[in-house]
């Protein structure tokens, strides 16, 4: 006699929770799997569905998320930037391999000239890579800003998603201007005492141009951005993108070199 055939067991249901990560974990690897900058717009429960589907064999309905785990899709959508935003600056930054983190090491920062060359390469070297390869931090930056863009203020969701967005920028802004301390500590360098602002709020204007000016050139790029001046060692020409001769000139107006020295060696702008 044949043994009876049972159905194969269930697998358990997944949790509430389960579900969510994810959700969020496919929601990032749709994100990073995109050639274009990170945007909101092909973020959708659809395009999770099917990339859970066919890279993992799993299957996830639209039931199973929309108003039992979200509100909304806008809502999901935020989430996975606001994920994606926690996982930032990313850790190549100022890696020992990084391109900040290699101008500072091998720099000569005895002499005011060497601080003065080294963070004017640092910034040109790191600026013109940012340009080279849509960067993700103000890729997030910009989807989030939209996603509250296309909301009324009378939407329900609207205070709740602005909250979580200006919450995402402050973070955003707080890791990036320690960053930003690191390297000012190690080539030296301080906020003009003239200005009268702490070296924090300086480094956060900083970061708020470096965002504001990489924007402007990412939604409206630059046939002729690129330029050569003679910056390099002994006056060598050296390829420079608009964006990154501005925050030059942005870090210029700001910092200069620290420690025992007459105030007209100071200006970082001075040629050298």
Not at 163 to 188: C, H, K, M, P, W
Request: aromatic share 6%.
């Amino acid at each position: 006699m044949n043994p009876p055939d049972f159905p194969p067991p269930k697998k358990p249901r997944r949790s509430r929770a389960e579900l969510k990560e994810l959700m969020l974990a496919t929601g990032l690897e749709v994100l990073g799997q995109r050639d274009a900058p990170a945007g909101h717009d092909t973020l959708t429960y659809k395009a999770v569905f099917d990339r859970l589907a066919d890279e993992h064999g799993i299957r996830v309905t639209h039931a199973s998320v929309h108003e039992r785990i979200w509100p909304t899709q806008r809502a999901f959508q935020l989430d996975v930037l606001r994920r994606m935003a926690e996982q930032l600056p990313a850790e190549t930054f100022l890696s020992e391999s990084g391109a900040a983190a290699t101008v500072v090491r091998d720099a000569d920062l005895s002499r005011p000239d060497g601080q003065r060359r080294a963070t004017r390469e640092m910034i040109r070297v790191s600026c013109n890579a940012d340009m080279a390869e849509p960067d993700i931090t103000l890729s997030v930056y910009r989807s989030i800003r939209m996603v509250l863009l296309k909301l009324s203020k009378s939407d329900p969701d609207y205070d709740s998603l602005a909250a979580a967005i200006e919450d995402t920028r402050r973070d955003l802004s707080a890791r990036y201007a320690a960053l930003f301390g690191q390297l000012v500590e190690a080539l030296n360098l301080r906020v003009q005492p003239q200005l009268g602002v702490s070296l924090d709020d300086a480094l956060h204007l900083l970061f708020t141009q470096v965002v504001a000016l990489a924007d402007g050139y990412g939604i409206e790029p630059d046939r002729a951005a690129m330029f050569k001046l003679p910056t390099g060692p002994d006056g060598q020409l050296q390829e420079w993108h608009r964006y990154s001769w501005s925050i030059w000139a942005a870090a210029c107006a700001l910092l200069e070199l620290d420690g025992d020295l007459p105030d007209s060696e100071r200006l970082l702008s001075a040629v050298s």
